[in-house]
Nanobody
Framework: QVQLVESGGGLVQAGGSLRLSCAAS????????MGWFRQAPGKEREFVAA????????YYADSVKGRFTISRDNAKNTMYLQMNSLKPEDTAVYYC????????????????????WGQGTQVTVSS
């Protein structure tokens, strides 16, 4: 069992940066693939980024590739999402997830899900 708590959300102007953190409790954090998802008002939750348990492999949605960086520190049971060059369309509630799986088509992640979820943190990007 893993419990997840996100932090770091807030209001930022377009072009700015935010760093989200996801603190995990549970002894098996390091064995799980972890990920970030987001849900904007009136839209379905979508995959943002994922990272393997070792941290050596990362995966991104096309919409955030080159702007967002996912990382993890297994010693601290924490995962991060560095978000740069933020756009108004990045506005959403961001969720971290553990025990994540995803499906790719021709190298592009098209769907993902997780078995454990945090409560979410709001990110608002003003134009």
């Amino acid at each position: 069992q893993v419990q997840l708590v996100e932090s770091g959300g807030g209001l930022v102007q377009a072009g700015g940066s935010l760093r989200l953190s996801c603190a995990a409790s549970g002894r098996t954090f390091s064995s799980y693939a972890m990920g970030w998802f987001r849900q904007a008002p009136g839209k379905e939750r979508e995959f943002v980024a994922a990272i393997r348990w070792s941290g050596g492999n990362t995966y991104y949605a096309d919409s955030v590739k080159g702007r967002f960086t996912i990382s993890r520190d297994n010693a601290k049971n924490t995962m991060y999402l560095q978000m740069n060059s933020l756009k108004p369309e990045d506005t959403a509630v961001y969720y971290c997830a553990a025990d994540v799986s995803w499906r790719s088509v021709e190298g592009t992640v098209v769907a993902g899900t997780g078995n454990y979820w945090g409560q979410g943190t709001q990110v608002t990007v003003s134009s």
